[in-house]
């Protein structure tokens, strides 16, 4: 990249950052919502997840199973995200992350994942209550195990599909021509560093949610640091300009 091309990234991306800090100035970030389209799983999608490697060798009543789980999944899918994106205040050495507002989280990969961003998107994200409870009701008859792992197994595929959904929203809002969505991020996930595997602790949930200010979420945090519902995530996305090495090779 020639110094004129950098120096108009540069300046796209500082307007950028002064028109967000003129729109939110003397409030705290909007807690935004997104509703993904409804998710399409097919039954060999479900059966691969299932470690089934010849799809012609499957039993017929599996087969019916994973079928009638795959279209259960799609009528019961609901999802929902919530979301609001803080500026970085720093990224410590030692995987502080200090965000605008207060809110700390720690995770030795931070500096490694985060350390080029200037933003952070933190979410929730759920397939919603109703695939949750069927999947109760089937595992708790002694006939309905296979049902609902299957289904389980699809609602996971759908909140796979309604992720990359919403990452592609938040993308396309805060888009210009370098600035990039870094790796999805979240508590209990581990990340591979050159010293070695560091998991970002489970129980920085707590100081997630809380950066939502006793906002209304789809998602209840529980004692255990787990979501209800089950099939849902949490986490946070970077965002910036990229290092210009970085860039020639994405």
Known sequence: MQLSDAMRVMR???AIRFRLLVRTAGSPPAVKTFRPPRARVSVERVLRRQGYRDLDRVRPAIRRAAEYAARLSEELHDPLACYRRFAI????????LELCGGTVL????????????SDAVL???TAGRRIDEKIVEYAESSAGLLEALLLETSASLALDDSTRHFKRYIAA??????RRLGTRMGPGHSYRLESGVRMW??????ALFGAFDGHA?????????????KLSRSGLFGEGVLPTQQRATN
């Open 123 to 125: 979410f929730v994200i």
């Open 12 to 14: 796209n991306d500082v």
């Open 173 to 178: 809002e805060g888009a210009t021509e370098a």
């Open 89 to 96: 205040d720093s990224c410590r050495a030692d995987g502080r």
């Open 217 to 229: 979420l789809p998602v209840e945090l529980l004692p255990s640091w787990t979501m209800l519902p």
């Open 106 to 117: 720690r995770c030795e990969a931070f500096p490694k994942y985060l350390g080029w961003c």
């Open 201 to 206: 602790p489970l129980e920085d949930q707590e």
